[in-house]
Structure formats: structure tokens, C-alpha cells
């Protein structure tokens, strides 16, 4: 596609579940960003890709949250044993030489 | 360290009045990026205008202009003739000239009625 697309669009997860984000890239974009933004915030920085190599981390809030980009290309978000406090909106964005940022639509967590 | 403030949490204006949206900022960097993105209800960030810290010059494009002024840290965004859909969250952001990630500040939300 012409954007950056993001799935699911909405995620509700019970407190203690494990929740998996997906992030598609548009094509032959070599950086590949994740961040959170909640609710009345601006987005704040979870880590950094280029190509396959996660080359920062360091956004990232607790070893509960796992990202890979395996191939260069899809990237996942993982957040293991949900908190209520994870709840906000995960924005991927992706860009060729890491200077013009697409920012996809993001995925809405609620934990319940 | 980056800081970026908007001070500015809300604004109400009506169709076609004039509307700045203020943005300071904080870095020990000498050269650096500054960007506005808008963020409509659909939830994605919409980029607006990235300036270069050396490169004091305005801008302007359509109803929009910016004004940076390194002497006070600030890159002011103006929307002229507002309408309504200029409705959205709009966000200041900073990064460092060899960095990579961007820091936002906590957004202006602008409301724009009939």
C-alpha cells in the first residue's frame, strides 16, 4: 500500500494477556520506528529499526514490551502479561533514510 | 536533554479568524530539526513542515506559516483564515541533527466552529 498500515486497529486485552501489534512498512523504507502516545500526550519513542537490526531500545517502558523486525520489513510489538498502564495508542512510522517520518494510524490498546 | 513545551493545551476559535500555536523548546544541540505534524481524529500524524536549526528563515505555505526564532527557542505555527477542518490535535517536535528519534511535545488541540 501507499501507507503505513497498522493492525488491529483496536485491541482490547484483559489485564495478564499477551498482546501482539502489527506495524507494515511502506516498501523499501529502511527505518522503521515505534511509539507510544497516551491519552492527552504526545507520542514518546520505543525503539528504533533499520533494515532487521534493532539498533535502540531504550524507549522501551519494561522487559514486558519485546519488538522484531525479522526480515526488514513487518515489524511486531509485543507486550507480554498486559498492565492497565500499558493502554494507549501505538504509532509506527516508517522512513527511507531516517528523515521523512510516515506515521501509520496506530492501534488502540484498552486493557481491562 | 530535549524538551519541547506547548503550552497551550486547548484553543477554540471560530471559521476564519487567524490562530498561533505557540512551541518552545530545549536542547544542548547546536543543529537540529524541528517539525509540526497534525493529528485529525483518524489517529495518524499528518507531517506538516520539518525546519533545519540553521535555517532561520519563515515559512509559508497556503493559510499556513511558521516562525522560528533561535534567539527564544520558539517555531510558532500560524493557521490564516481558519476553517474547519484545521480541527486536530497539532504536535511540535524536536530532533537532533544526527539522531533519529522524535520528541514531541504534549500537543495543542485546536477547535475550529462555524
Known amino acids: 500500500g501507499a501507507g503505513v498500515s497498522q493492525s488491529p486497529r483496536y485491541k482490547v486485552a484483559k489485564r495478564g494477556q499477551d498482546v501482539a501489534l502489527r506495524c507494515d512498512p511502506i516498501?523499501?523504507?529502511?527505518?522503521l520506528f515505534w511509539y507510544q502516545q497516551a491519552l492527552g500526550q504526545g507520542p514518546e519513542f520505543l525503539t528504533y529499526?533499520?533494515?532487521?537490526?534493532?539498533?535502540?531500545k531504550s524507549g522501551l517502558p519494561s522487559d514486558r514490551f519485546f519488538a522484531e523486525r525479522p526480515e526488514g520489513s513487518v515489524s511486531t510489538l509485543k507486550i507480554q502479561r498486559t498492565q492497565q498502564e500499558d493502554s494507549a495508542v501505538y504509532l509506527c512510522?516508517?522512513?527511507?533514510?531516517?528523515?521523512?517520518?510516515?506515521f501509520g494510524s496506530g492501534t488502540r490498546l484498552t486493557v481491562v | 536533554a530535549q524538551k519541547v513545551t506547548q503550552a497551550q493545551t486547548e484553543i477554540s476559535v471560530v471559521e476564519k479568524e487567524d490562530v498561533t500555536l505557540d512551541c518552545v523548546y530545549e536542547?544542548?544541540?547546536?543543529?537540529?530539526?524541528l517539525f509540526w505534524y497534525k493529528q485529525p481524529p483518524s489517529g495518524e500524524l499528518v507531517f506538516l513542515i520539518r525546519?533545519?536549526?540553521?535555517?532561520?528563515q519563515n515559512e509559508i505555505s497556503g493559510r499556513y506559516s511558521w516562525n522560528f526564532q533561535k534567539s527564544t527557542s520558539s517555531f510558532n505555527f500560524t493557521i490564516t483564515a481558519s476553517q474547519v477542518v484545521d480541527s486536530a490535535v497539532y504536535f511540535c517536535?524536536?530532533?537532533?541533527?544526527?539522531?533519529?528519534?522524535?520528541?514531541f511535545g504534549k500537543g495543542t488541540s485546536l477547535l475550529v466552529t462555524p
Open positions: 536542547t544542548r544541540d547546536t543543529t537540529y530539526y
Open positions: 529499526f533499520q533494515n532487521e537490526a534493532q539498533l535502540d
Open positions: 525546519r533545519n536549526s540553521f535555517d532561520e
Open positions: 517536535a524536536l530532533r537532533p541533527f544526527s539522531g533519529y528519534a522524535l520528541n
Open positions: 512510522a516508517s522512513s527511507p533514510e531516517n528523515y521523512g517520518y510516515t
Open positions: 516498501s523499501g523504507h529502511v527505518s
